[in-house]
């Protein structure tokens, strides 16, 4: 089955720099590659998502890269802001026995700092 | 408008005890979801709900009973559950069964 492994754990940065996260996953037949952002006491908030057709997204701050050959993609976020601060999740997506199964990374817990 | 609504925010029950929880969505979408999170863990799904029909479960005890009622709530009753299932579950909700899946606040169970 599908396995996605993501990197760093933690990240910890200073407000304004950039804040890199990585998955990989291992069935080459995902397509849709969701991520997704967890506050304290909160619900994982879908803030960016991507199809296998596409290599890469953009939402102001926020971008996602694909590249399917390596099976790998990346969650970009610019100038950092405290709020930033949270448990970010990647996921792989893929559409068998009618729904779109998610398999999620462990996850990564980013700090920013003023 | 992309609101999942969840209650209770909190529930503490005997392992004796029957509750449900319940979840409610008015964006129009056809497939709901019960995922379980552990702390510091990713979701777990636990079932999948599409067009109101029960479509996968995936292994999950019988103690954990899900319900959907009509197109817009979905219901999770809980009986005889174990210490070890307490945890944060989640609803989530899209439009079709492939479509992107937007979460609830989740109710924090703690069993007792």
């Known amino acids: 089955g599908e396995n996605v492994e993501q990197h760093p754990s933690t990240l910890s940065v200073q407000e304004g720099d950039s804040a890199v996260i990585k998955c990989t996953y291992s069935?080459?037949?995902?397509?849709?590659f969701p991520w997704y952002k967890q506050e304290l006491g909160k619900g994982p908030q879908l803030i960016i998502d991507?199809?296998?057709?596409?290599g890469e997204k953009k939402d102001q701050r926020i971008a996602v890269t694909l590249n399917k050959t390596a099976k790998h993609f990346s969650l970009h976020i610019t100038e950092t802001q405290p709020e930033d601060s949270a448990v970010y999740f990647c996921?792989?997506?893929?559409?068998?026995?009618?729904?779109?199964?998610?398999?999620f990374g462990a996850g990564t817990r980013l700090a920013v700092h003023p | 408008d992309t609101e999942v609504t969840q209650t209770p925010k909190h529930l503490v029950m005997g392992m004796t005890n029957k509750k449900s929880l319940k979840c409610e969505q008015h964006?129009?979408?056809?497939?709901m979801y019960w995922y379980k999170q552990k702390a510091k863990k990713p979701p777990e799904l636990m079932f999948v709900?599409?067009?109101?029909?029960?479509?996968i479960n995936e292994s999950v005890p019988s103690r954990f009973s899900p319900e959907c009622p009509n197109s817009s709530l979905l219901n999770l009753h809980l009986h005889a559950l174990q210490p070890e299932d307490s945890a944060l579950y989640l609803c989530?909700?899209?439009?079709?069964?492939?479509?992107?899946?937007?979460f609830g606040p989740g109710t924090r169970l703690t069993v007792t």
């Open positions: 709900y599409s067009y109101e029909k029960l479509s």
């Open positions: 996921a792989a997506g893929l559409f068998s026995g009618g729904y779109n199964k998610l398999i």
């Open positions: 069935d080459s037949a995902s397509n849709y």
């Open positions: 989530a909700s899209s439009q079709g069964p492939g479509d992107e899946q937007y």
């Open positions: 964006m129009g979408h056809r497939a």
């Open positions: 991507i199809r296998s057709n596409v």
